[in-house]
């Protein structure tokens, strides 16, 4: 099973940027989609971006369309998600989530998600 961890949240006011990193323990972290999902106080988990296996394909809400870029480097196991132009809406726990299902289908929906970071917080105030 692979290990995940979340790096790189914090505070920033709104139309900054953040980035965040996402490391896997896993040698066979190629194997796996990754998924960045939030949540909010009082809201459900919900859907940020994903990343196929090696990288070819990438998925946004479109809540976040055109302000964040996910990204994977296999050699190092990290996922990246830049986050630029944030708002406070943004504001939420952040997770990193491995999923063996890589299909478009499947990739932007929780359950599809075995393996989970323990997540990082962002703010962002206004």
């Known amino acids: 099973q692979v290990q995940l961890g979340e790096s790189g949240g914090g505070l920033v006011q709104a139309g900054g940027s953040l980035r965040l990193s996402c490391a896997a323990s896993?040698?066979?972290?190629?194997?796996?989609?990754i998924g960045w999902f939030r949540q909010a106080p009082g809201k459900e988990r919900e859907f940020v971006a994903a990343i196929s296996r090696i990288g070819a394909t990438t998925y946004y809400a479109d809540s976040v369309k055109g302000r964040f870029t996910i990204s994977r480097d296999n050699a190092k196991n990290t996922v990246s998600l830049q986050m630029n132009a944030l708002k406070p809406e943004d504001t939420a726990v952040y997770y990193c989530?491995?999923?063996?299902?890589?299909?478009?289908?499947?990739?932007?929906?929780?359950?599809?998600?075995?393996?989970w970071g323990q997540g990082t917080q962002v703010t962002v105030s206004s």
């Open positions: 896993e040698r066979t972290f190629s194997n796996y989609a």
């Open positions: 989530a491995a999923s063996a299902l890589s299909s478009s289908y499947y990739i932007t929906r929780t359950l599809s998600y075995s393996n």
